[in-house]
């Protein structure tokens, strides 16, 4: 009876929820119609009633809107996959200041989808994005620095990104950072800052981390 009675009250709070976003929503709020398309995607697993809301918060300027939108462009999903369109809200996106649309879109300059291969103005759109914030950004630039993907191999360089997504609480950039300490590539080798490193990734949930310490 209990178990019944939690899942009625739930089911209750969320339909209040979906019931208030909803209303803000038709008032022509576009945060409230992003963060409805939110819900219906990932709360309800409605990618398709996602998309009209996302749309319209996107037509009108909210960037974060036009970033998911183009996600589910990209991924094809709740509507047929169409790159170019996804590359085009990406952009759009990324001129509002969504760092992770500018990420979504330095992904696609690296790798030729949507847009033609870039790797220059891949590399400028996911350093905006680090600095604007995004910390899965920073990883992946430092990432692309120390292994020499699209640009010359460059890991003192890569460490300095990997330094700023550790810094800004990126689990997997501490990790990797550890990794040059240890190995002492791009980094002076350091096996107690390496440690201190591979147990803050640790904490902050990247397993692969946890697997190098003692």
């Known amino acids: 009876m209990k178990v019944a009675l939690l899942t009625i009250m739930l089911s209750a709070c969320s339909m209040s929820e979906r019931s208030k976003l909803e209303s803000e929503c038709a008032t022509g709020a576009p945060k409230a119609c992003h963060q409805l398309g939110r819900y219906l995607e990932y709360e309800v ?12 918060a996107c037509d009108n300027n909210y960037a974060r809107a036009c970033t998911n939108l183009g996600s589910l462009y990209g991924r094809g999903v709740g509507t047929s996959q169409d790159d170019v369109k996804a590359a085009g809200l990406y952009r759009k996106g990324c001129d509002g200041k969504d760092p992770m649309a500018c990420a979504n879109l330095a992904d696609f300059y690296l790798r030729g989808i949507g847009v033609p291969a870039d790797a220059g103005a ?13 910390v899965v950004a920073c990883r992946d630039l430092g990432a692309i620095y120390v292994a020499g993907e699209d640009v010359p191999a460059d890991p003192a360089l890569g460490a300095k990104w990997l330094q700023k997504g550790c810094d800004a609480s990126s689990a997997q950039a501490c990790g990797d950072l550890a990794n040059l300490y240890h190995r002492g590539v791009g980094a002076p080798q350091d096996s107690a800052a390496a440690q201190r490193l591979y147990k803050k990734s640790c904490d902050g949930g990247y397993k692969q981390a946890c697997k190098m310490i003692p």
């Open 45 to 56: 697993g409605d990618a398709t009633a996602a998309l009209p809301h996302y749309m319209w």
């Open 122 to 134: 891949g590399i400028a759109l996911y350093q905006q994005s680090c600095e604007a914030g995004d």
